[in-house]
């Protein structure tokens, strides 16, 4: 009888600890998969959030690591128009301020007189290297004065032209890669040459466009038709973070057609 007692005072017991809410003493524990289980019946308090997957990214163009100095002596490319010279006048080098986007030039201008030939709507640009065309604008549309006006209102504001604001400003463009992180950039076309399309192989020298004054903004620079060029290294370009002059000693460097 005694025994009886007993047994049934540890089932009334049981289960009124079980009514309580009262637990056993807490334990943590992790599962495989690192889920963090807790309490004694391991009831999952949170799933662990997954490791971050490393997103498949494109294999980058490899780029040079070389000095600026060396690069540009490697090159071997030649003038984009023929006749011309690097002009002296630094407002036309990479590293001149613009003052009408707030922004520093990053190419050279071949134009103003300042280049030893004169340049006019329709002169003949070559291509100062080898390579592969990658932007050809034969579809190009003028951005309107009212869309001009709201770009350059845009980098007043911000200090600053972005990215796609300065694409504009670049009018009719042809590109040409030319392996190893070095593309030419050919900007403020009239129109492109018949035949240059993105993909096309293009030779030194070879006529890809013909100068023009796409994306200037009209307040008297169209008066002077130029030709603006680049020379990207990666994502910079050739003279970046340079004072002007050592940016031009670099260009002359590199399109004195000698490596
Ligand atoms: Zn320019």
Known sequence: ??????????????????????????????????????????????????????????????????????????????MPVKGAHVPEWLDLVPGAKRGYRSGTHEGVDFGYNAVGVTVRVGTQVLASGGGVVVRADLNYREPTSQEMDAILARSARQGDTSADDLDKLRGRQVWIDHGQGLVTRYAHLDRTATGITVGTQVSKGQLIAYVGNSGVPNDGAGDSPHLHFEIRIGDSYLGQGLTPARARDLYVQALSGKK
Do not use: D
């Not at 943590?28 to 971050?52: D, L, M, Q």
């Not at 163009?61 to 060396?70: E, G, H, M, R």
């Open 1 to 78: 009888m005694a025994k009886r007692n007993i047994f049934v005072w540890l089932v009334l017991l049981g289960a009124l600890f079980a009514m309580s809410g009262c637990s056993w003493p807490r334990i943590s524990n992790t599962n495989a998969a690192g889920n963090a289980f807790e309490g004694p019946f391991f009831t999952p308090i949170k799933t662990a959030t997954p490791a971050p997957t490393a997103v498949p990214t494109q294999t980058p163009t490899p780029v040079p690591t070389v000095p600026p100095q060396v690069l540009a002596s490697r090159l071997g490319f030649i």
